[in-house]
């Protein structure tokens, strides 16, 4: 089943039960997901989707941070709540240990590429929808620091 039936489905079950937290965050999503296959103008990829999905979870988690700073604890609950929601239709998400490997790996086995942003790039394809990509950055970074030694980690 492909994350757009699922989401589908997921919004009329929700649809059904008169869940209204789940029925307006799907439709939303649903709403960004209609947009970029308007923008793209054709139908959207699984990757295409979960790059939206991605966006779309890490413009809530920013606006619940926004939203703590400001003293609002019940709209940042929110958000942090359609986050969740939405990372269910993420597939499983790397651990740190994982992703470090896969750029050490990447490193290793392209010894000539040390510009962070051409490593980032080679390994966003890769790690799609499975790790942030700020996460990915600062491994890199770490990685591609004077003195450090491949072999770690």
Do not use: W
Request: no cysteine; aromatic share 2%.
């Amino acid at each position: 089943m492909s994350i757009l039936e699922e989401l589908d489905r997921d919004l009329l079950t929700a649809t059904k039960t008169e869940d209204k937290f789940n029925r307006d965050t799907l439709r939303l999503v649903k709403s960004a997901l209609h947009n970029e296959k308007i923008a793209q103008g054709q139908e959207l990829s699984d990757p295409q989707t979960l790059s939206v999905i991605t966006r779309e979870i890490k413009k809530r988690k920013e606006s619940a941070e926004a939203f703590r700073l400001a003293g609002r604890t019940e709209a940042a609950q929110t958000e942090r709540l359609e986050a969740e929601l939405l990372g269910k239709y993420l597939p499983p998400q790397l651990a740190e240990e994982e992703l470090t490997a896969k750029v050490i790996k990447y490193l290793t086995d392209h010894p000539d590429q040390r510009q962070i942003g051409q490593v980032i790039g080679a390994l966003t394809a890769e790690v799609q929808g499975r790790a942030d990509i700020a996460t990915l950055a600062k491994i890199v970074k770490e990685q591609l620091a004077p003195g450090q030694n491949l072999d770690e980690g």
